[in-house]
Nanobody
Framework: QARLVESGGGLVQAGGSLRLSCATSGPFSTYTIGWFRQAPGKEREFVAAISWSGGRTDYADSVKGRFTISRDNAKNTVYLQMNSLKPTDTAVYYC???????????????WGQGTQVTVSS
Protein backbone atom coordinates (compact mmCIF):
# COMPACT_ATOMS: atom_id res chain seq x y z
CA GLN A 1 0.00 0.00 0.00
CA ALA A 2 1.42 3.38 -0.99
CA ARG A 3 1.88 5.59 2.05
CA LEU A 4 3.68 8.74 3.10
CA VAL A 5 4.16 9.35 6.83
CA GLU A 6 5.61 12.58 8.19
CA SER A 7 7.37 12.91 11.53
CA GLY A 8 9.70 15.25 13.36
CA GLY A 9 7.42 18.17 13.99
CA GLY A 10 7.19 19.92 17.32
CA LEU A 11 7.58 23.15 19.23
CA VAL A 12 10.78 25.15 18.80
CA GLN A 13 11.89 28.69 19.60
CA ALA A 14 12.59 31.19 16.87
CA GLY A 15 16.07 30.68 15.49
CA GLY A 16 16.01 26.98 16.25
CA SER A 17 16.05 23.95 13.99
CA LEU A 18 13.95 20.90 13.24
CA ARG A 19 14.34 18.03 10.82
CA LEU A 20 11.21 16.58 9.32
CA SER A 21 11.11 13.09 7.86
CA CYS A 22 8.81 11.63 5.24
CA ALA A 23 8.86 7.85 5.37
CA THR A 24 7.52 6.23 2.24
CA SER A 25 6.20 2.79 1.44
CA GLY A 26 5.41 1.95 -2.17
CA PRO A 27 7.00 2.91 -5.50
CA PHE A 28 8.31 6.29 -4.35
CA SER A 29 12.01 5.76 -4.98
CA THR A 30 11.34 6.95 -8.55
CA TYR A 31 8.99 9.76 -7.56
CA THR A 32 9.56 13.43 -6.96
CA ILE A 33 8.81 14.24 -3.33
CA GLY A 34 7.62 17.63 -2.23
CA TRP A 35 7.03 19.36 1.08
CA PHE A 36 4.10 21.71 1.56
CA ARG A 37 2.72 23.58 4.54
CA GLN A 38 -0.55 25.07 5.62
CA ALA A 39 -0.90 27.65 8.35
CA PRO A 40 -4.23 28.31 10.10
CA GLY A 41 -6.53 30.32 7.89
CA LYS A 42 -4.17 30.19 4.94
CA GLU A 43 -3.92 28.15 1.78
CA ARG A 44 -1.47 25.32 1.46
CA GLU A 45 1.83 26.47 -0.02
CA PHE A 46 4.80 24.82 -1.63
CA VAL A 47 7.98 24.59 0.45
CA ALA A 48 10.49 22.38 -1.36
CA ALA A 49 10.80 19.47 -3.79
CA ILE A 50 13.44 16.93 -4.72
CA SER A 51 13.69 14.75 -7.82
CA TRP A 52 13.80 10.98 -7.54
CA SER A 53 17.60 10.91 -7.88
CA GLY A 54 18.12 13.83 -5.53
CA GLY A 55 19.92 15.66 -8.29
CA ARG A 56 17.38 18.46 -8.60
CA THR A 57 15.82 20.52 -5.87
CA ASP A 58 13.44 23.45 -5.76
CA TYR A 59 12.57 25.81 -2.92
CA ALA A 60 10.05 28.49 -2.16
CA ASP A 61 11.69 31.90 -1.90
CA SER A 62 10.55 32.17 1.72
CA VAL A 63 12.71 29.22 2.80
CA LYS A 64 15.73 29.46 0.50
CA GLY A 65 18.97 29.46 2.47
CA ARG A 66 17.22 28.17 5.61
CA PHE A 67 15.66 24.84 4.59
CA THR A 68 17.35 21.88 2.88
CA ILE A 69 15.55 18.95 1.29
CA SER A 70 17.33 15.62 0.85
CA ARG A 71 16.48 11.99 0.36
CA ASP A 72 17.87 8.57 1.15
CA ASN A 73 16.28 6.11 -1.24
CA ALA A 74 17.89 3.18 0.56
CA LYS A 75 15.86 4.18 3.61
CA ASN A 76 12.81 5.28 1.60
CA THR A 77 12.89 8.57 3.44
CA VAL A 78 12.93 12.24 2.46
CA TYR A 79 14.10 14.89 4.90
CA LEU A 80 13.48 18.57 5.36
CA GLN A 81 16.13 20.24 7.48
CA MET A 82 14.76 23.53 8.77
CA ASN A 83 17.16 26.05 10.28
CA SER A 84 16.73 29.63 11.49
CA LEU A 85 13.06 28.99 12.05
CA LYS A 86 10.67 31.92 12.29
CA PRO A 87 7.20 32.19 13.82
CA THR A 88 5.89 32.56 10.27
CA ASP A 89 7.07 28.99 9.58
CA THR A 90 4.40 27.71 11.95
CA ALA A 91 2.15 25.35 10.01
CA VAL A 92 1.21 21.75 9.39
CA TYR A 93 3.82 20.31 7.06
CA TYR A 94 2.89 17.69 4.49
CA CYS A 95 4.96 15.57 2.15
CA UNK A 96 3.62 14.51 -1.22
CA UNK A 97 4.71 12.38 -4.16
CA UNK A 98 4.52 12.76 -7.93
CA UNK A 99 5.47 10.09 -10.44
CA UNK A 100 5.03 11.74 -13.84
CA UNK A 101 8.70 12.59 -14.25
CA UNK A 102 8.27 16.35 -14.60
CA UNK A 103 10.26 18.59 -12.30
CA UNK A 104 9.02 20.48 -10.55
CA UNK A 105 5.63 18.81 -10.76
CA UNK A 106 2.42 20.73 -11.37
CA UNK A 107 0.50 18.49 -9.03
CA UNK A 108 1.03 15.64 -6.61
CA UNK A 109 -0.74 12.30 -6.49
CA UNK A 110 -0.12 11.06 -2.94
CA TRP A 111 -0.17 12.95 0.33
CA GLY A 112 0.75 12.27 3.92
CA GLN A 113 -1.29 13.25 6.96
CA GLY A 114 0.99 16.07 8.08
CA THR A 115 3.06 17.01 11.10
CA GLN A 116 2.67 20.17 13.16
CA VAL A 117 5.53 22.64 13.42
CA THR A 118 5.15 25.49 15.89
CA VAL A 119 7.78 28.21 16.20
CA SER A 120 7.49 30.45 19.24
CA SER A 121 8.80 34.00 19.35
Amino acid sequence: QARLVESGGGLVQAGGSLRLSCATSGPFSTYTIGWFRQAPGKEREFVAAISWSGGRTDYADSVKGRFTISRDNAKNTVYLQMNSLKPTDTAVYYCAANGDGHFPPDEYDYWGQGTQVTVSS
